[in-house]
């Protein structure tokens, strides 16, 4: 064979798993409730170049674990590598991927609205309509909770934007399987 045809045989690419779609995912992590846990663990998503749009950790019912519910977008195959890179942290106990079962998830934003003696009625309004509490007013605004999925604390927000929104802060999402499995029980086994 000659150099020239050597040289002009295409490459193949290399074929990875999943469709490639970038998508949300929703990761469930159970770890040991210690410090630098939540470093070691944004470290490494950061490490693999995932942007984190939320996470949220408490402690479970033992003091001695924590859950946290990290939100990154991600194809298939790089968010599977990011899990098995997950399980390589001594603290993780255990890491689920929930993107695609049926589960509860929830957000919580406070909302500081500008209102007027003529909008505070109707603001109230459209709180109540979503579900919502007022649980501050001052003479110039009103801050309100909301709970509910993305798409209604988003529809909620979009409302009072209207009006002016003078602060804004919002929890992420917390994630729970629906039936009776549960990731905590499966750690203690």
């Excluded at 193949?12 to 846990?37: F, W, Y």
Aim: hydrophobic share 40%; charged share 25%; glycine share 6%.
């Amino acid at each position: 064979m000659s150099a020239d045809t050597t040289a002009a045989r295409p490459v193949p690419a290399r074929a990875l798993p999943g469709s490639g779609e970038v998508r949300r995912h929703l990761l469930i992590a159970v770890v040991q409730n210690r410090t630098g846990v939540l470093n070691r663990v944004a470290s490494l998503m950061r490490a693999r170049d995932f942007n984190i749009e939320s996470l949220s950790v408490s402690h479970t019912d033992s003091d001695d674990v924590s859950r946290m519910t990290i939100s990154i977008h991600g194809d298939e195959f790089h968010v599977e590598q990011a899990i098995k890179q997950l399980y390589r942290l001594v603290d993780v106990l255990k890491v689920q991927d929930v993107t695609d079962e049926p589960s509860v998830q929830h957000e919580l934003a406070l909302v500081k609205v500008r209102a007027t003696d003529r909008n505070r009625g109707e603001i109230v309004s459209i709180v109540e309509m979503y579900r919502g509490r007022v649980v501050d007013l001052a003479t110039e605004a009103i801050v309100v909770e909301v709970t509910g999925t993305e798409s209604e604390v988003d529809a909620l927000i979009a409302l009072l934007r209207g009006f002016g929104i003078k602060e804004l802060v919002r929890t992420g999402a917390v994630v729970m399987a629906r039936g009776s499995q549960s990731i905590e029980e499966a750690t203690k086994r």
